[in-house]
Structure formats: C-alpha cells, structure tokens
C-alpha cells in the first residue's frame, strides 16, 4: 500500500550538506501496523515528513497505492509529539477535531457524527467543549488521536506520540491506539525510540541505522494480535524480540564507531 | 488568603489614589488667583456646562466619529495588508522598505499635504489618524503570522486546510494574540492624532475647542477639554481590554497552562 523507494534526504548543498536519509527502502502493508525504531538523530522525522507530503525527498519516492506522493495525501493523517502545539488552542476539542472536516463537504450531520464518534472512541466525550489548554498532556494528544481519527485516513502517522508524556499515561495510550487501530482499521506506521513500544505496538518493525538512515532489518512480531501491558511483557517472544531490536541497534551504533580507527592508526603511526 | 487582600488593595488604592489626588488638586487650587490655574472646582462646574451635554453633539461625537473611521479603516486595511505580507516572504522583503520609510514620518508632518490634496475636511482627518494607526498593527500582524508555530503550520497543512479557511481561522487567531498588541499601541495614537488633526484648520471637535478656549483665554472651559480628552483615553483603553481579554481569552488559558 505505502512503498518507499530508495529514498535520499539531504539537507543543504556542498560541504555544509547533512545526509540525513541515505537509501531506504522498505514497505508497508494494509492494515500493517509497522513500528519504525532507531537511535535518535536518525531521521525518523525526516522520514516522516517525507511520507506526509511535508518534504520533498532529494532522490528516490514514496508511493502510496502506487501514486506518488508530493504533497499531503487526502486520506493521510499525521499525529505529531508536540500535541500542546498541534492542536489549535482557540478551537474547543470539538472544533479541533471537527475542523480538518470542513473541506470533505460532508454534511453537518455526517461530520457531527463522525467527531462524536471519534471523541468518543478515546474516551473524552464530557470534554467535547473544553479548549486543550483545560486538559492534561495524555489527553491532549487523546484529542490529537482523535482528530486524526475522525479524519478517516486509511494510513496515519505517528511521530513518537507518546514521548512526553509520563509513563502511566504512556501505556494507557498504547493500548487505545491498539483498540482504535482496530475499530477503525487504519494502517498505522509509527515512529518511535521506545523499543520497548515497538514490539509491543507492532505487526512489524523495520530498524533504522544511524544517518545516513537505512534500514538495518525488518522483522515481523510473532506475538498475539491482541496485546496485553502485562501478559505481552511478560511473553519470552517479547524479551527475545525486544533484545534482538536492541541488539540490532547497538551492533550499528558501536559498529560506526571503530570502522574510523583503523584507517586513521596508520597514518598517525606513520608520521 | 493574603494574595485576595493584595487585590482587595490594589482595587481600593486604584480608586482612592485618584480621588486623593482631586482633593489635593482641589484644596490647591481652591482659592487660586493664577489665570491659567482656575480653582478646581471652577473647572468641573465649567466642565459639566460645557459636556453633559451641551457640546456632546457638536464636538464630541465628530471627535468619536473621525477617529472611530480613522482607527477602523486602519485595522481592516493593516491586517488584510499583514496577513498578505506575513504568508508570502517575497512581498514582506519587497514591502520591507516602503513600509519602514511611510512608518519613519512623522505623522504631523502630513497634515500640510493631506489639506492640500484632501482638504480641510472630514476626510482629511480621518486619513491621517488611519494613516498613522497602521503601522503598528501592520507590523504586529506581519510578525504574529510569521511566529506561528512550525508544528501548527504542518497540521494545518497535512490536512489539507488551505485558502480562506488557513487564512481566517488559522493564521488570524493565531497571529491575534499580536495583532491586538499593536491595536492597542494604534489606539492611543488615533487619539493623540484626533487632536492634532482637529487642531489644525477644523470646525469643531475636542482638539478645536481646546484650542479655541485658549486662544479666546476661556481657561476653566480649556481646561475641561483636557479634562475630557483624559477620560475619553481611560475610557477607550479600558473598553479595549475588555473586549481584549474576551476574545484572547484562549491565549491566556493556552499561556497559563504552558508555564504551569
């Protein structure tokens, strides 16, 4: 459904140009929901943003349903971290959710529908006309969720949604998005540094290496379809996955490290 | 508890400092033989003759008149204009200049011209008080669209919301926040120009009959005109706030739970 080919993304031009995309190349099935994980700094928003039509990549291309993107795609929705400054903080959470709707042309009852169902399926319906100021974080991005929701996207993406928000929060997100995900049907990518919320997230995960970004492995998540905070956890398949994802990154990350070295010894063994 | 007292006190020192400083006024001025400082009371008795209501037809709602148009036809025109130049960076620097240059004059020294091209008229005065208020909300649009946040600009984007509806229901508000800052300067100018403008070859108005009352040495009816000028600039900055804190309401909640 999603395809990207050998996308490049680099940043400024001659000596001051920042390679932040090297090659990728990977694809996303319907209904998949893929977890792309790696060290930070590398490139996962870029990427991101090349998905959503935000950012033109330098080379190579992402096509959704075979058509390439190079701008916004109409049933694409994007969840950002910074929910505090997503959200239109003088619209009230009906507005905020109500307002992407506008220019579907609906009809005020389809879209009030669709906002009340959206609200309702992130738990926030007595909150319908409180402003996002009023509510905690979780629940702002709750509100961020369910805009993208009401959106009817059949793919939406997730940058490190829960990355600011606390724990507690955090988990009890994971799991919504696992129920929404599943009454709506959405194909979800998402984009995080957790590994521990990779693989309890994801259908698959694809790794990122350090820029320039290219995929280090793509792995498939064999455990339950439906996930529980302590049974999945507590799961040996989870402990190896999660090891093996955090192995795969570390081995990268040390591994870029030493391969400088070695060139260098001589030369100063030289002089 | 105590922070409810610090108010209770703030309240009562901003009613009682003015009326202290009145009594004070009035006991200096009770049995003043200086001409050009007439007992207090003198004033005030001269100042109820003259505007409630006597010259309110004549004087003061032309005043209110020209700088309700002036003040307006700036707002309009400084935020279709800011808004313009906010989203589009090649007008912004191609405008840079010009509007730097048009803001640097001082706005008195256009009164010459605008009778010249204008006349003495109505017209003219409400040029130059909408001429001068302007700039500062121009430039305050300008920057509060350029300041909105990169995040909010990506949402608005990756849904798709172009054209009037990015332009009225989110680069407005979010740019409001600024654009009443510099309402606020504009206001306080639109009445320092009502006065000058009307000092200058008019007919009547406030500034007019501050004037005139000097020329005519009509010192109590001068004063009460200044008295008059002063509450007029309370007032209008009082009202401003209020409508201020109703509409921005949003931005003070969004401001307070950030720091928070």
């Known amino acids: 459904m999603l395809k990207v080919d050998h996308l490049a993304k680099t940043y400024g031009e001659g000596d001051d140009a920042v390679r932040a995309i090297g090659d990728l190349e990977f694809e996303v099935g319907e209904n998949e929901f893929v977890c792309i994980v790696g060290p930070s700094g590398c490139g996962k928003t ?34 950002f971290q910074e929910y505090g400054r997503s959200l239109y903080p003088w619209m009230s959470v009906r507005q905020n959710v109500a307002f992407p709707l506008r220019r579907k042309r609906l009809g005020r009852e389809i879209a009030a529908e669709l906002v009340e169902r959206a609200v309702e399926s992130v738990d926030l319906t007595g909150f319908l006309d409180r402003y996002p100021w009023e509510l905690s974080g979780g629940m ?18 997730m940058d490190e949604p829960f990355a600011s928000v606390d724990a507690q929060t955090r988990a009890d997100l994971e799991d919504l998005i696992l129920e929404v995900r599943r009454q709506y049907g959405v194909t979800v990518v998402f984009v995080t540094h957790d590994i521990d919320e990779s693989v309890y997230l994801g259908d698959r995960i694809v790794v990122l290496t350090p820029a320039p970004t290219q995929v280090q492995e793509t792995l498939d998540v064999d455990l339950p379809a439906v996930r529980d905070q302590l049974e999945t956890k507590e799961d040996p398949e989870f402990a190896r996955l999660r090891a093996h994802v955090y192995r795969s990154i570390k081995r990268k990350q040390t591994a870029a490290e030493p391969e400088r070295a070695p060139e260098e010894q001589p030369a100063t063994a030289r002089s | 508890m105590t922070a ?98 048009l803001r640097a004059i001082p706005p008195p020294a256009l009164l010459p011209f605008a009778i010249l091209v204008i006349g003495v008229g109505n017209s003219m005065k409400v040029f130059i008080i909408a001429f001068v208020c302007i700039w500062p909300i121009l430039l305050n649009t300008v920057d509060g669209v350029t300041g909105v946040d990169p995040t909010l600009r990506e ?48 007919t009547n108005g406030i500034g007019y009959f501050v004037l005139q009352s000097q020329r005519t040495f009509a010192i109590p009816e001068m004063w009460s005109g200044i008295l008059l000028l002063g509450i007029l600039g309370y007032t209008l900055n009082g009202a401003f706030m209020l409508i201020e804190r109703r509409v921005l309401r949003w931005h003070r909640g969004a401001r307070a739970s950030a720091l928070s």
């Open chain 1, 140 to 157: 702002q991005q709750r509100v961020a969720i369910a805009r993208a929701l009401a959106y009817q996207p059949e793919i939406l993406l």
């Open chain 2, 155 to 202: 949402t608005t984007r990756v849904y798709g919301i172009t054209g009037p509806d990015r332009l009225w229901r989110v680069m407005l508000p979010a740019a409001s926040p600024q654009i009443f800052a510099g309402m606020r300067t504009s206001l306080s100018l639109a009445l320092i120009l009502m006065v000058i403008s009307e000092m200058v070859a008019s």
């Open chain 1, 46 to 79: 870029t990427l991101l943003k090349c998905m959503s039509g935000l950012l033109a990549p330098t080379r190579g291309e992402i096509r959704l349903h075979d058509r390439r993107i190079d701008g916004p795609p109409e049933r694409m929705a994007l969840v």
């Open chain 2, 4 to 101: 409810r007292r610090e108010r209770w006190l703030g309240a009562g020192l901003e009613v009682t400092v003015p009326i202290l400083v009145l009594v004070i006024w009035g006991l200096w001025s009770a049995g003043s033989e200086t001409y050009y400082f007439p007992p207090l009371t003198d004033i005030l008795s001269t100042f109820a003759d003259t505007w409630v209501f006597e010259r309110v037809g004549s004087d003061v709602v032309p005043s209110l008149v020209r700088m309700g148009l002036g003040f307006g036809i700036a707002v309009v025109v400084a935020i279709a204009t800011g808004l313009l130049l906010g989203m589009s960076p090649r007008a912004r620097r191609s405008a840079a200049p010009i509007v730097e240059f």
